[in-house]
């Protein structure tokens, strides 16, 4: 069976109890409108059941759809998948169609045809719409991809949209592409992350994209502009700040920093940030450090003590160090 006579049986099975007769019709009209050969496709057949499938089915068979639809698109006549993604004006499916010629774009390796997606997430006039484009460069390398493009769409431009939604949807992107295209190590989704930071007139946008980004091999540029945003205006920005230089290459400058942005901090979720940065750079070698910053805050000196603590047990990696860490916070047993 075809990819697309599997998708209008699943679209049928999800929809209601099973009809043959509804079926086979379905399936012949598809059948003699596909345009031979084993792995053919008629693409406006496949996009109808799965809008369909989209506006009835569960949130489960939504997520089945679309997996569907981005596998057949390695193998739908390429031209029928861009046209459709340059005309869809539904953001569920634009999605999906366009995770499909996204997930096509990279098997060919030819960054080239996510453009038209691109342009979408810039000009379309529907911010549904362009929130729609941008999620569904969710987690295939595209920030490589539009540095291939020559740069004319970048996610610091992305992040300057006036829909919040729009916006949402850059973060999640560098946060999924950090995390599931690169394990938290690619510097350019580093330097992304700090550009998005700067671009963004959202904070809370801004010092989400920087405390969730490992900035582990981030370069040195992108560590001094993380530390000269410790006194930005926004708390939330200089709380991701410090998180950001938490994950950054160790280096006696950023713990500097560190510690002269907590003795004048007077925010208590920016000062509770800058002790989990400080701990998450030096570790174990942060307990002097940390020692030397109490009473400079005597409210937060329990949270610094936790912190002392913790370190104490030697842990080596920093995801064991972070639970022992919530656990007690939390008063749950050691």
């Given at each position: 069976?075809?990819?697309?006579?599997?998708?209008?049986?699943?679209?049928?099975?999800?929809?209601?109890?099973?009809?043959?007769?509804?079926?086979?019709?379905?399936?012949?009209?598809?059948?003699?409108?596909?345009?031979?050969?084993?792995?053919?496709?008629?693409?406006?057949?496949?996009?109808?059941?799965?809008?369909?499938?989209?506006?009835?089915?569960?949130?489960?068979?939504?997520?089945?759809?679309?997996?569907?639809?981005?596998?057949?698109?390695?193998?739908?006549?390429?031209?029928?998948?861009?046209?459709?993604?340059?005309?869809?004006?539904?953001?569920?499916?634009?999605?999906?169609?366009?995770?499909?010629?996204?997930?096509?774009?990279?098997?060919?390796?030819?960054?080239?045809?996510?453009?038209?997606?691109?342009?979408?997430?810039?000009?379309?006039?529907?911010?549904?719409?362009?929130?729609?484009?941008?999620?569904?460069?969710?987690?295939?390398?595209?920030?490589?991809?539009?540095?291939?493009?020559?740069?004319?769409?970048?996610?610091?431009?992305?992040?300057?949209?006036?829909?919040?939604?729009?916006?949402?949807?850059?973060?999640?992107?560098?946060?999924?592409?950090?995390?599931?295209?690169?394990?938290?190590?690619?510097?350019?989704?580093?330097?992304?992350?700090?550009?998005?930071?700067?671009?963004?007139?959202?904070?809370?946008?801004?010092?989400?994209?920087l405390a969730e980004i490992s900035m582990e091999q981030a370069?040195?540029?992108?560590?001094?502009?993380?530390?000269?945003?410790?006194?930005?205006?926004?708390?939330?920005?200089?709380?991701?700040?410090?998180?950001?230089?938490?994950?950054?290459?160790?280096?006696?400058?950023?713990?500097?920093?560190?510690?002269?942005?907590?003795?004048?901090?007077?925010?208590?979720?920016?000062?509770?940030?800058?002790?989990?940065?400080?701990?998450?750079?030096?570790?174990?070698?942060?307990?002097?450090?940390?020692?030397?910053?109490?009473?400079?805050?005597?409210?937060?000196?329990?949270?610094?003590?936790?912190?002392?603590?913790?370190?104490?047990?030697?842990?080596?990696?920093?995801?064991?160090?972070?639970?022992?860490?919530?656990?007690?916070?939390?008063?749950?047993?050691?």
């Amino acid at each position: 069976m075809k990819r697309w006579q599997v998708l209008i049986v699943a679209l049928a099975l999800a929809s209601g109890p099973f009809d043959s007769g509804g079926l086979a019709p379905a399936l012949a009209q598809g059948e003699r409108e596909a345009e031979g050969g084993a792995n053919a496709c008629p693409v406006g057949w496949m996009i109808e059941a799965a809008r369909a499938g989209f506006a009835s089915g569960s949130p489960a068979y939504r997520t089945y759809l679309a997996a569907l639809l981005k596998e057949s698109g390695l193998t739908v006549p390429l031209d029928d998948l861009v046209r459709a993604v340059a005309d869809e004006r539904d953001p569920a499916l634009l999605e999906a169609l366009g995770a499909a010629l996204a997930a096509r774009a990279s098997h060919a390796e030819d960054p080239a045809l996510v453009q038209g997606l691109l342009d979408r997430a810039v000009l379309d006039g529907d911010p549904a719409l362009r929130a729609a484009a941008v999620r569904a460069l969710r987690a295939t390398g595209s920030v490589e991809t539009m540095s291939a493009l020559g740069g004319g769409v970048t996610y610091a431009d992305l992040a300057r949209d006036p829909a919040s939604e729009v916006r949402a949807a850059v973060v999640d992107n560098l946060v999924a592409e950090n995390r599931d295209v690169y394990g938290g190590r690619d510097a350019r989704v580093a330097a992304a992350a700090v550009e998005v930071a700067a671009a963004s007139p959202d904070p809370v946008i801004a010092g989400r994209v920087l405390a969730e980004i490992s900035m582990e091999q981030a370069s040195a540029d992108a560590v001094a502009t993380l530390t000269g945003t410790l006194v930005a205006d926004a708390p939330e920005l200089r709380a991701g700040a410090a998180l950001a230089l938490g994950s950054a290459p160790p280096s006696s400058a950023s713990r500097h920093a560190l510690v002269e942005r907590y003795r004048d901090e007077r925010d208590p979720t920016v000062r509770r940030a800058i002790l989990q940065a400080i701990a998450r750079l030096g570790q174990a070698r942060a307990i002097p450090t940390l020692r030397s910053l109490r009473g400079v805050a005597p409210e937060l000196d329990a949270e610094l003590d936790t912190w002392l603590d913790v370190l104490a047990l030697g842990l080596q990696e920093w995801h064991l160090i972070l639970r022992e860490k919530l656990k007690r916070t939390r008063g749950e047993p050691t």
